[in-house]
């Protein structure tokens, strides 16, 4: 059975506010999509991801394209979006999600999809456990029995030729996907939701939602240190950036002592050894290595453990040359090969009040951190 998640995120988000649709704002390290789009994308049971966007979100449509996912445009209304979506699908099964429910545990997508083994149509529900009332202006106008009530969630899943027929079919507004698949004659299974698999609706629920990401992340610090000794040369090779100097460092690579430093620190966040470990100064081929080798392996190690680099701050400690000049070029080449965007990378320098081996001119030493996160 190959399953295609199908995310719908072609709303705005108005009860939501902020600067931009919900789904585009920044929580707990990433974007809110980016959040829903990952809690499929490393589901075994999903084969394909279809998101929906906006008209005017399209620009985003490449890099989601570069990731695999198929990008349509969605409508008015969200069964628009949805019936839209739904046309691109593959496959047998589709899991339709909004993109605002970025909270969704893996135990909840495999309740949804073990009842379509029975099931024509599944989708989690919570039991209401809440008295209800009717009200209004304010005031109290009755109750409601709260027996066999249930919150509706997503994601809902559906045999795809049987929704898309129901969608084709149906006229007028509808909560959700199960109304409309109930409307076709779709018998559909009530499986476990979950309190944390929240919508963000309004404003508080950006907090309540980075609450629920934060507790369940893998987020690691590595710190890394490294020295190199001044020999001959014009030149010293900082953070990827070539400055000219009375000096060059000596060392079996290309001696950059930034790149060595940010390297180690990542590898020690993923507890995998040191750069040594993966290009030991033994092996002949990394004489005279480009250091940005390095740190390419160690960020590309990180992205295939599932990991996303989130911040690095590098310090180097030396009299001369002075790194204020080139902070700026160094950080958008670490930027570079790290493949994260400029502004999670800081490079500072610092010099050790003529102090020691750094004080005395013999050499530039280095340390930095590196945080990784896994949703
Ligand atoms: N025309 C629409 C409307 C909604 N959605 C998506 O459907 C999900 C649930 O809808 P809701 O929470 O109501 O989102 P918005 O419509 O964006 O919110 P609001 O009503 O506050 O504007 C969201 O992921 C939203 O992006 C969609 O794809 N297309
Ligand atoms: C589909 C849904 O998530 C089920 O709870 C919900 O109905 C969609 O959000 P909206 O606020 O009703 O548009």
Not at 17 to 25: E, F, R, T, V, Y
Not at 270 to 293: M, N, R, V, Y
């Amino acid at each position: 059975m190959t399953v295609t998640a199908l995310i719908v995120a072609a709303g705005r988000g108005t009860r939501a506010g902020g600067a931009l649709p919900k789904q585009w704002q920044p929580l707990a390290g990433r974007r809110v999509i980016d959040h829903t789009i990952e809690a499929f994308a490393r589901h075994p049971g999903v084969g394909a991801i279809v998101v929906v966007l906006h008209a005017q979100d399209m620009a985003e449509a490449p890099a989601l394209e570069a990731r695999g996912i198929t990008v349509v445009a969605g409508g008015a209304e969200r069964s628009d979006s949805v019936r839209a979506g739904l046309a691109a699908c593959t496959g047998t099964r589709v899991l339709i999600h909004d993109a605002a429910r970025c909270c969704v545990q893996a135990v909840v997508i495999d309740g949804v999809l073990s009842a379509l083994d029975t099931h024509a149509g599944a989708a989690p529900g919570l039991p209401v456990t809440d008295a209800l009332w009717h009200g209004a202006q304010g005031a109290v106008t009755g109750t409601q029995a709260r027996d066999g009530l249930f919150a509706a969630q997503t994601p809902q899943g559906f045999d795809l030729v049987a929704i898309r027929a129901a969608h084709d079919a149906y006229t007028g507004p509808a909560a959700d996907d199960v109304a409309v698949a109930r409307a076709y004659g779709i018998d559909v299974a009530i499986t476990p939701g979950s309190a944390d698999n929240l919508k963000i609706t309004g404003p508080d629920d950006f907090a309540r939602a980075a609450r629920i990401l934060e507790s369940t992340m893998d987020i690691r610090t590595g710190n890394g240190f490294d020295v190199h000794a001044f020999g001959p040369g014009d030149r010293v090779m900082l953070c990827g950036v070539a400055i000219p100097h009375d000096r060059g460092l000596k060392g079996h690579s290309d001696a950059d002592v930034g790149l060595h430093t940010i390297t180690d620190a990542i590898y020690g966040a993923l507890c995998a050894g040191d750069i040594g470990t993966h290009f030991p100064p033994s092996d002949p081929q990394w004489k005279g290595a480009e250091s940005h080798i390095f740190l390419t392996h160690a960020a590309e190690m990180a992205r295939d453990q599932g990991y996303t680099l989130t911040h690095v701050d590098c310090t180097l400690i030396c009299e001369a040359p002075k790194v204020g000049p080139h902070a700026a070029a160094m950080r958008a080449e670490v930027a570079r090969i790290s493949g994260i965007e400029i502004e999670r990378v800081s490079v500072k320098a610092t010099t050790s009040e003529r102090l020691g081996f750094t004080g005395r001119g013999e050499g530039i030493a280095c340390m930095a951190t590196a945080t990784l996160v896994k949703p």
